[in-house]
């Protein structure tokens, strides 16, 4: 490759990274004109193409933390303390990274950010004020999770007590409505079952028959009684 070609590159490279400059450096200035303004949400949208700098993307957590929109802030606070090149720069980053943190009631993570940014700047005194409330918020943290543990474990008892009523109330249900179809079954058992017209009938006459033979003996009977009285007479 000969020097010609070499010299054209490095002004193409130049070049395109003088125009990625370009557009960051006008990101910027929309994105800071929107915040001024309170227009967060242009803000936002501004400072996204420049997030690769550390400039934006610092910018784009504040306008983030201005929407309450935390975990976005807390991301992109991380971003800008990573690409931040001076001290004081990382100092601020990691002490908004601290009250992202915060608003999301993450302490033992609050903690650990002030601490990064009070290693940076040590003369700091909002950060050693937020850092002191921070371990003041995360002790009544750790205090207050063994009783909110002992009220989950009662919450679970409790549960476990009411599951357990329900099955043997269910299994009481379940007994008494068989109790309930054998009695029924047994009490059709013990009742006569249809009969038949013709059947009906039949026992009709039978009976008729059989009272006709009974009346025939009787007269009979009395017949005999009569006949042996006219002898005794005669």
């Known amino acids: 490759m000969d020097r010609l070609t070499l010299l054209l590159l490095a002004l193409a490279a130049g070049c395109a990274v003088h125009a990625q400059s370009d557009a960051t450096e006008r990101a910027i200035r929309e994105g800071n004109s929107a915040y001024r303004k309170g227009d967060t949400k242009d803000a936002v949208k501004a400072y996204t193409g420049a997030e690769q700098d550390e400039r934006g993307a610092f910018n784009l957590g504040n306008a983030y933390y201005r929407q309450d929109s935390f975990p976005d802030a807390q991301r992109t606070f991380e971003t800008a303390a990573a690409l931040a090149k001076d001290q004081q720069a990382q100092a601020r980053a990691y002490h908004n990274l601290g009250n992202s943190w915060m608003n999301q009631q993450k302490y033992s993570e609050a903690v650990t950010a002030y601490k990064e940014a009070l290693k940076r700047n040590p003369a700091d005194e909002d950060t050693r004020y937020n850092l002191a409330y921070a371990q003041k918020k995360l002790a009544q943290q750790q205090k207050q999770q063994p009783q909110n543990k002992q009220d989950q474990q009662k919450q679970d008892q409790q549960q476990q007590q009411q599951n357990k009523d329900q099955q043997d109330q269910q299994r009481k249900d379940q007994q008494q409505e068989g109790q ?27 009976t008729q028959q059989q009272e006709k033979n009974t009346q025939d003996k009787v007269r009979a009977k009395a017949q005999v009684k009569q006949r042996t009285r006219t002898d005794k007479d005669w």
Do not use: F, N, W, Y
């Open 180 to 206: 309930q179809k054998q009695d029924q079954q047994q009490q059709q058992a013990r009742q006569p079952g249809k009969i038949d017209k013709q059947d009906a009938m039949r026992m009709l006459e039978a």
